[in-house]
Antibody
Framework: QVHLVQSGAEVKKPGASVKVSCKAS????????ISWVRQAPGQGLEWMGW????????KYVEKLQGRVTMTTDTSTSTAYMELRSLRSGDTAVYYC??????????????????WGQGTLVTVSS | EIVLTQSPATLSLSPGERATLSCGAS???????LAWFQQKPGLAPRLLIY???TRATGIPDRFSGSGSGTDFTLTIRRLEPEDFAVYYC?????????FGGGTKVEIK
């Protein structure tokens, strides 16, 4: 069965960086993409971006461009999300989710069908 | 960017009643690439419906999705106690894959 397991909670000071991992199992990692979604306390869901598991094509939401980097390590079926220059507004639970699939040489949109358990990132001085 | 607007923000219903949740898009969602999620406190969202009307694996048939273009609906035929939660729609047709603001279904 498909599982996405994320790294543990982090506490960071403003201006620092955080890197969250998401280890996938139970499917062919390179045949799917990974989306990252965050949720501030008491708020809704915010899509942050997407990375392909095949060739590291990325798409980021405009408001995070320049501060976020998504990468993958296909040898360990792990996706990473690094967020830099952290501020208090980045305090949130960060989720990874499987999304999009690769078939016949093309990528296709896909719903976020499997999710990690979430990683709480707290930014506080 | 496609903006998704969910209504109502809160729905107060009793177990056994029918719930109808709406999701409106600021522009047409191509190929009806629209999903619905359920989220309970402290847990990750759970995929209920994808491609506007297809139930995800293991989702009971009391959940159904409909609509196309810019107007989509999630219907819960008869609410069970475990259905009281927050529901989100999301479009995955174009980047960014925007979410609606959510509808909370609470016990009346």
């Amino acid at each position: 069965q498909v599982h996405l397991v994320q790294s543990g909670a982090e506490v960071k000071k403003p201006g620092a960086s955080v890197k969250v991992s998401c280890k996938a199992s139970g499917y062919s990692f390179s045949s799917y993409g990974i989306s990252w979604v965050r949720q501030a306390p008491g708020q809704g869901l915010e899509w942050m971006g997407w990375i392909s598991g095949y060739n590291e094509i990325t798409k980021y939401v405009e408001k995070l461009q320049g501060r976020v980097t998504m990468t993958t390590d296909t040898s360990t079926s792990t996706a990473y999300m690094e967020l830099r220059s952290l501020r208090s507004g980045d305090t949130a639970v960060y989720y990874c989710a499987r999304a999009g699939y690769y078939s016949g040489g093309s990528w296709y949109p896909g719903a976020l069908d499997y999710w990690g358990q979430g990683t709480l990132v707290t930014v506080s001085s | 960017e496609i903006v998704l607007t969910q209504s109502p923000a809160t729905l107060s219903l009793s177990p056994g009643e029918r719930a109808t949740l709406s999701c409106g898009a600021s522009q047409s969602v191509s190929s009806n690439y629209l999903a619905w999620f359920q989220q309970k406190p402290g847990l990750a969202p759970r995929l209920l419906i994808y491609d506007a009307s297809t139930r995800a694996t293991g989702i009971p048939d009391r959940f159904s999705g409909s609509g196309s273009g810019t107007d989509f609906t999630l219907t819960i035929r008869r609410l069970e106690p475990e259905d009281f939660a927050v529901y989100y729609c999301q479009q995955y047709a174009i980047s960014p894959g925007t979410f609606g603001g959510g509808t909370k279904v609470e016990i009346k």
